[in-house]
């Protein structure tokens, strides 16, 4: 299964704002006659509790995987920024890294709709058989600050349960 993984913070506003965006395309992607990716939400900043994960996925109605970055996954794909996506093919390849699209260009500064829809392309053509292009865009959002190192052993247990095995 490809995953799609999100960093987020919670009190980011444009996590906040993105949330809506990326439940359109999780329902899209879990209502597909045979379901091929999975969208999980990982929280870098060791001090995030589980009840401000909850609480963030609860005023956001989010239903998708959301769980603390304990392993150390935004140090792995080399993710800067919340909200930051990887797409992570079934055998553990990142084949896009950057931002959900392009509807923040600036700090503070945002369209009224997104230009580009990087993340659900980079999708696309990861499903068609693709090479993924663009790989890598450029992420607006809130610096990641605070993380824990890549814990290798974690990661091992992560990918041989499945990340709903955390």
């Given at each position: 299964m490809w995953q799609v993984w999100v960093f987020l913070a919670p009190l980011c506003p444009i996590c906040q704002?993105?949330?809506?965006?990326?439940?359109?395309?999780?329902?899209?992607?879990?209502?597909a006659e045979e379901p091929q990716v999975e969208l999980v939400g990982w929280f870098p900043n060791p001090t995030v509790t589980d009840e401000a994960i909850?609480?963030?996925?609860?005023?956001?109605?989010?239903?998708?995987?959301?769980?603390?970055?304990?392993?150390g996954w935004s140090e792995v794909v080399g993710a800067r920024f919340t909200p930051e996506a990887a797409l992570v093919s079934p055998d553990g390849e990142v084949v896009y890294r950057g931002r959900v699209n392009d509807?923040?260009?600036?700090l503070g500064k945002h369209r009224s709709t997104p230009r580009s829809s990087d993340l659900a392309l980079a999708v696309e053509q990861a499903l068609s058989g693709l090479?993924?292009?663009?790989?890598?865009?450029?992420?607006i959002g809130c610096?990641?600050?605070?993380?824990l190192p890549f814990q290798d052993s974690l990661a091992s247990q992560v990918f041989a349960g499945g990340v709903r095995g955390l």
């Open positions: 704002d993105y949330t809506y965006y990326l439940n359109a395309l999780h329902e899209q992607w879990r209502a909850a609480e963030f996925a609860d005023c956001y109605a989010v239903e998708w995987e959301m769980a603390r970055d304990t392993v509807l923040y260009y600036a090479t993924v292009e663009p790989a890598e865009t450029d992420v610096p990641i600050q605070n993380r």
